[in-house]
């Protein structure tokens, strides 16, 4: 069965800096898709970015980007000039590829915090 | 992205009387959605995915006929909890995904459902 693994229950970062998030996962699917999704205060799911495992290029959306390594099976999230609004619960998961396939696997979560 | 509407945001029952909770897609048809509970603190956990117009799967441990799941029409589905009792306490969110013919169909979130059993 797939997991997924985020070893870091809390992270701060100070306005403006840079944080990286990470996140494992097992699997034994060669084609996948994997997300990092943010949940704020108001608890609604928002999705930061969504990285497909054929790609060997690296999703990026604005400030954020992602260092994805299939050979290790690592999806880090990087969040760059850190705002005040960054701070969340941030979800690494998995979903197996396909238009119908499978459901959301969900890390443990990294709770953000960002400092003025 | 599309919009996925959840009601109501909040409840608060007694125990032993059910509780319903909808969830709708606004703007697309949604032929598979999916339950989870989560915990203060916690990730989320999928209760039951389904498909509209089927019987829902229960994963693992979820009690079917305590959480009866409907999802007659492509755009709405209902989370009954049966029974309520204080441990039943959480935040429910409901997810929907539409068959576009794509290799990937996004999954979105509905705002959650803070239920408390008295």
């Known amino acids: 069965a797939q997991t997924v693994t985020q070893s870091q229950p809390e992270m701060s970062v100070q306005e403006a800096e840079t944080v990286t998030l990470s996140c494992t996962y097992d699997?034994?699917?060669?084609?996948?898709?994997l997300f990092w999704y943010k949940q704020p205060p108001s608890r609604q799911m928002i999705l930061v970015i969504r990285?497909?495992?054929?790609?060997?290029q690296n999703a990026t959306e604005n400030r954020f980007s992602v260092n994805f390594q299939k050979a290790a099976k690592s999806f880090s999230l990087k969040i760059s000039d850190s705002q005040l609004g960054d701070a969340a619960m941030y979800f690494c998961?998995?979903?197996?590829?396909?238009?119908?396939?499978?459901?959301?696997?969900f890390g443990k979560g990294t709770k953000l915090s960002v400092k003025p | 992205g599309a919009v996925v509407s959840q009601h109501p945001s909040w409840v608060i029952c007694k125990s032993g009387t059910s509780v319903k909770i909808e969830c709708r897609s606004l703007d697309f048809q949604a032929t598979t959605m999916f339950w989870y509970r989560q915990f203060p603190k916690q990730s989320l956990m999928l209760m039951a995915t389904?498909?509209?117009?089927?019987?829902?799967?229960?994963e693992q441990g979820v009690e079917k006929d305590k959480f009866l799941i409907n999802h007659a029409s492509l755009t709405l589905s209902t989370l009954t909890v049966t029974s309520a009792h204080p441990e039943d306490s959480s935040f429910y969110i409901c997810s929907a995904r539409g068959e576009t013919g794509k290799s990937y169909n996004e999954q979105f979130f509905g705002p959650g459902t803070r239920l408390t059993v008295l």
């Open positions: 699997t034994s699917e060669s084609d996948y898709y």
């Open positions: 389904s498909n509209e117009g089927s019987k829902a799967t229960y």
């Open positions: 998961a998995y979903r197996d590829y396909g238009g119908s396939q499978g459901n959301l696997i």
């Open positions: 990285q497909e495992a054929y790609k060997q």
